[in-house]
């Protein structure tokens, strides 16, 4: 099993739709959770960072974090064509000297 | 600001020879460094942690002596592939952490390795 599930997609959505996407994890002593967007042939970009549970939210970005389920989301509202990429959940233990554990990435298109 | 500059973004070299890719954090100092590969679809695999001044820890299966990490300074790491095969070919990308407002990791634009 891997520590990171996150389904790999293609998920399709039409333009204006909210997107919601998501991982699930095992490790329960994940403490940061962080949302990237990568573009074909690009490195990760971050999008959303969260400590421990809660939400965040950042324009048309939320990000929730539910440690008793072992449970991570994003949701994109008014999706733009722009939006499509891949979406990597990415999470670690602390931040000191670790590296990040990925899911394998959504690929999300939005359709115009 | 948290910028990791990247080079090159591409590059392809013949069966045998011997590629370096350069990370540089441009506007902060790097203690540590990350590399990363990834195939066509798939996540980011970590192949290594490079600690400024000490040697680089390897991921289980990684080649040490095959992909030889350096990270002299606080700015700057580097991954020679070595002897490289067509097997190597594969996107990488280095990864710093870094703090601020808004703290985390940022990435390089990755560089796509092709051995001929």
């Known amino acids: 099993q891997k520590e990171v599930e996150q389904d790999p997609g293609p998920l399709s959505v039409p333009e204006g739709a909210i997107v919601s996407l998501n991982c699930t994890y095992s490790n329960s002593a994940f403490q940061y959770f962080m949302w990237y967007r990568q573009y074909s042939r690009k490195g990760p970009e971050l999008l959303m960072y969260?400590?421990?549970?809660g939400n965040k939210e950042d324009g048309r970005f939320t990000a929730q974090v539910d440690k008793s389920s072992k449970y991570i989301s994003l949701f994109i509202r008014d999706s733009q064509p722009s939006d499509s990429a891949t979406y990597l959940c990415a999470m670690t233990l602390d931040t000191g000297r670790r590296a990040l554990t990925f899911g394998s990435g959504t690929r999300l298109q939005v359709q115009p | 600001g948290a910028v990791v500059s990247q080079h090159p973004s591409r590059v392809i070299c013949k069966s045998g020879t011997s590629v370096k890719i350069e990370c540089r954090s441009l506007d902060f100092q790097a203690t540590t460094m990350f590399w990363y590969r990834q195939f066509p679809k798939q996540s980011l695999m970590l192949m290594a942690t490079?600690?400024?001044?000490?040697?680089?820890?390897?991921e289980q299966g990684v080649e040490k002596d095959k992909f030889l990490i350096n990270h002299a300074s606080l700015t700057l790491s580097t991954l020679t592939v070595t002897s490289a095969h067509p097997e190597d070919s594969s996107f990488y990308i280095c990864?710093?952490?870094?703090?601020?407002?808004?703290?985390?990791?940022?990435f390089g634009s990755g560089t796509r390795l092709t051995v001929v």
């Open positions: 969260t400590y421990s549970s």
């Open positions: 490079s600690n400024e001044g000490s040697k680089a820890t390897y």
């Open positions: 990864s710093a952490r870094y703090t601020g407002a808004n703290y985390g990791y940022t």
